[in-house]
T-cell receptor, first 115, second 109 residues
Framework: GAVVSQHPSWVICKSGTSVKIECRSL??????MFWYRQFPKQSLMLMAT?????????EQGVEKDKFLINHASLTLSTLTVTSAHPEDSSFYIC???????????FGPGTRLTVL | EDQVTQSPEALRLQEGESSSLNCSYT??????LFWYRQDPGKGPEFLFT???AGEEKEKERLKATLTKKESFLHITAPKPEDSATYLC??????????FGAGTTVTVRA
C-alpha cells in the first residue's frame, strides 16, 4: 500500500520559536496533501490543503500566517508553525493519496509540545 | 454542511463477542466513505473505501457495509488486538475528508 512518512515524530520547543514538520509520500507522487490536527480524545480536524506548485488553501478559522505550508515537490509538503505558543501543542497529521485514487493515506503524526 | 455521526462513542467487548459500529452521514454528493483504524499516538490506518449503497468489503474480522444514509463496521469474534479507535470519514466531490468523532473499541481477553 501507499506509504506516507512524517518527520519529526515528536518535537518540544520554547514559546515563540518556529517548528517545521515534513510530510513525504514514499512510493507515489501526490499533487495534493492534507494537514490535520488532533487534540486529545478528539477526531481529526482538517487545517489546510497543500497543492504542489501553488498556494495552500486553508480551512475557515485556520491562520495562514501562523501555519505556513509549502508543497515543494510531488513527494514533499512542509508545515511550519510560526511563533508557536502552548495552545499550538497538538498532534499534527498529514495525508496524501496517489493520483487517480480517492483514498487518503496518513502519516504517523507529529506530536508538538510548546513550553 | 457535511455531517458524520458515529455511535456508540465507546464499546467494550469480551473477546469473541461480535458487534457493530455505526456511521451516519449527510453529504452533498458522496464520492466515497472511508473507515480507518487509529491506535493511540499514531496516524489513522486505512481499512476500507465504500463507494455506493449496497457495497460490502471484508478484511479479516472486519466487514464494512454502506447504505444511502449510513455505514456499519462489523467486528466478528474480536481479539484484544482489535482494540483501537475506528474512524469513519466521508469524501464529497472536493476530495476533502470529513471525519466522525470515532468509536473507541476495547476488547478484553
Amino acid at each position: 500500500g501507499a506509504v506516507v512518512s512524517q518527520h519529526p515524530s515528536w518535537v518540544i520547543c520554547k514559546s515563540g520559536t518556529s517548528v517545521k514538520i515534513e510530510c513525504r509520500s514514499l512510493d507515489f507522487q501526490a499533487t495534493t496533501m492534507f494537514w490535520y490536527r488532533q487534540f486529545p480524545k478528539q477526531s481529526l480536524m482538517l487545517m489546510a490543503t497543500s497543492n504542489e506548485g501553488s498556494k495552500a488553501t486553508y480551512e475557515q478559522g485556520v491562520e495562514k500566517d501562523k501555519f505556513l505550508i509549502n508543497h515543494a515537490s510531488l513527494t514533499l509538503s512542509t508545515l511550519t508553525v510560526t511563533s508557536a505558543h502552548p495552545e499550538d501543542s497538538s498532534f499534527y497529521i498529514c495525508s496524501a493519496g496517489p493520483s487517480g485514487s480517492h483514498t487518503q493515506y496518513f502519516g504517523p503524526g507529529t506530536r508538538l509540545t510548546v513550553l | 454542511e457535511d455531517q458524520v455521526t458515529q455511535s456508540p462513542e465507546a464499546l467494550r467487548l469480551q473477546e469473541g463477542e461480535s458487534s457493530s459500529l455505526n456511521c451516519s452521514y449527510t453529504v452533498s454528493g458522496l464520492r466515497g466513505l472511508f473507515w480507518y483504524r487509529q491506535d493511540p499516538g499514531k496516524g489513522p490506518e486505512f481499512l476500507f473505501t465504500l463507494y455506493s449503497a449496497g457495497e460490502e468489503k471484508e478484511k479479516e474480522r472486519l466487514k464494512a457495509t454502506l447504505t444511502k444514509k449510513e455505514s456499519f463496521l462489523h467486528i466478528t469474534a474480536p481479539k484484544p488486538e482489535d482494540s483501537a479507535t475506528y474512524l469513519c470519514a466521508v469524501q464529497p466531490n472536493d476530495y476533502k475528508l470529513s471525519f466522525g468523532a470515532g468509536t473507541t473499541v476495547t476488547v478484553r481477553a
